[in-house]
Every structure is written in C-alpha cells, then in structure tokens.
C-alpha cells in the first residue's frame, strides 16, 4: 500500500462546477498537509497548507483535513477554466521527506 | 529572481554520458530539495539539503547520482553513466526553514537519456 492514495483521474467539469479532490494517506504521524497545483511543463505550485484538522479557505479553495481517518480534500467552488491543471496532494511529518500523491488531472470545460 | 531558478530546462544525453542539472534557489532559503517526477506521477524525493550539507540523501536511487552545494545557495545535481530509466522531470524546491515550512518548486529540468 501507498502512503499516499490519490486517484489520478483524469477529471472533466464544467466551467462554475464545484470540485472535489481527494488523497488518503496510511501514516498517522503525517503532521503537514498540502495542495500543490502543476500546469503542463512548470513546477507544482502550493495552494493550500495545513497542519491540523479541519478547514482552511482561500478564495474558492477549501481545504479540509480529517486526521481520525486519514483523508484529505481539496474543493474548487466555481471552477475556471484556468484551473485546469493537476493537482497534487503532499503530506509530510517535517518537510523532510514529503510524500506526494500521483496527483489529479482536472480540466475544466468552458 | 523571484522564485527558484534550474537550468537547463531541457536536457537530451546519450545513454553513458554525465549530466549536471543547477538549481538557484530562493534567496536566503536555507533548505533546498531535489525531486524527480516520472510521467504521470508525483514528485519523489531524492536529497535534502540544509546549509551546505545533505542533511538527508536516502532518496537517491544509487551512486551514480550525486548532489552539492558547496556555499549553502545554488546546488548541482550529477548523474553519472545515465541510463534511459533515468528519463525524467528533476525538481528543485526551497523552503525558509526545514521542517515544517511549504517548499517553493521551481520548473524543472526534463532529462531525456536516448
């Protein structure tokens, strides 16, 4: 099993759809959770950052950690059509040795 | 610059051949990270840097790889004899602190061995 469980879709919505991303992860001694997103041929780029349960917004981006059973979750409220992207989630205990998912690829049609 | 710079962005070798992959990371990060992504992956963890040491390199995959940062800023990546597996996309991150802190990824270097 994967430390980190993420489906890698790909996913397609239409443009003002509402987004739902999400990872599972097998560690309970993960302390740090993060949303990067990557467009084709850059860097990934961080999102959203956390360390505790709950949920954190920013914009249209939520995130939402639940550490009781090990998930987290990334929603996109009216999705753009230059959120197309994937989306990588990474999970660390120190920033040491961070974790990433295989990452989803969402595209959002106008 | 703003962000952490690599260079070359692209990179064609022969199978055999040595490569050097530089990474200039955001001014005064202290921490500094190589990644590799295959495609359709997530980014996989080779070596990290705090200072001018590897404070951890248990992600490089065998000898043939190397990494320096011989004044606690840039860092150069090498791989000797490449090999075809070795195809891949090689991040470089910084971060402020270390632990705990998000890391800053730049672009990456895309290696291709033929």
């Known amino acids: 099993q994967k430390e980190v469980e993420q489906d890698p879709g790909p996913l397609s919505v239409p443009e003002g759809a509402i987004v739902s991303l999400n990872c599972t992860y097998s560690n309970s001694a993960f302390q740090y959770f993060m949303w990067y997103r990557q467009y084709s041929r850059k860097g990934p780029e961080l999102l959203m950052y956390?360390?505790?349960?709950g949920n954190k917004e920013d914009g249209r981006f939520t995130a939402q950690v639940d550490k009781s059973s090990k998930y987290i979750s990334l929603f996109i409220r009216d999705s753009q059509p230059s959120d197309s992207a994937t989306y990588l989630c990474a999970i660390t205990y120190n920033n040491n040795d961070m974790r990433f998912g295989a990452g989803t690829r969402l595209t959002v049609k106008p | 610059g703003a962000g952490v710079s690599q260079t070359p962005s692209n990179k064609v070798t022969e199978k055999g051949k040595y490569v050097e992959l530089r990474c200039d990371p955001i001014s005064g990060h202290t921490a500094l990270y190589w990644y590799r992504q295959s495609l359709g992956q997530g980014p996989e963890f080779l070596i990290y840097f705090q200072g001018t040491g590897a404070a951890d390199d248990s992600g490089l995959p065998n000898d043939r790889f190397f990494a320096v940062r011989p004044e606690g800023s840039v860092s150069t990546l090498k791989i000797q004899r490449t090999e075809r597996g070795d195809s891949a996309v090689y991040l470089c991150a910084s971060s402020s602190q270390g632990s705990g802190s998000p890391l800053h990824f730049g672009n990456g270097t895309r290696l291709t061995v033929t």
């Open positions: 956390t360390y505790s349960s």
